[in-house]
């Protein structure tokens, strides 16, 4: 059985950095993307990074700009979410997920198959 598992979250000033963990097991790892999706209250998910395990080819959602960032430790089956200059309206639960196939990243939620409870992240003003 798979699980994913966030960590990380929690209260951050405006313009600070936090950095998220994504653990997943009970799936052979190699060659499964994993994304990460952000839901702010009242809003619908949406997709902010994802990795390629295999090739490490990413991608980011339109709002990151160069803020965020998205990396793998291969040995500890770990996917961080590195974010930087934090703004308010990042506030939001941020999710992990994985697919249950070989593929390469997607940007949308069907995409993926497993997903964590989220980590909540809050940006003070």
């Known amino acids: 059985q798979v699980h994913v598992v966030e960590s990380g979250g929690g209260v951050v000033q405006t313009g600070g950095s936090r950095r998220l963990s994504c653990v997943v097991s009970?799936?052979?790892?190699?060659?499964?993307?994993v994304g990460w999706f952000r839901q702010a209250p009242g809003k619908e998910r949406e997709f902010v990074a994802a990795?390629?395990?295999?090739?490490?080819?990413?991608g980011f959602g339109d709002f990151v700009g160069d803020r965020f960032s998205i990396s793998r430790d291969s040995a500890k089956n770990i996917v961080y979410l590195q974010m930087s200059s934090l703004k308010p309206e990042d506030t939001a639960v941020y999710y992990c997920?994985?697919?249950?196939?070989?593929?390469?990243?997607?940007?949308?939620?069907?995409?993926?198959?497993?997903w964590g409870q989220g980590t909540q992240v809050t940006v003070s003003s």
């Open positions: 990795i390629n395990w295999n090739d490490g080819r990413i």
């Open positions: 009970g799936q052979p790892f190699t060659g499964y993307p």
């Open positions: 997920a994985t697919r249950d196939q070989t593929s390469d990243w997607g940007a949308e939620e069907w995409w993926y198959s497993y």
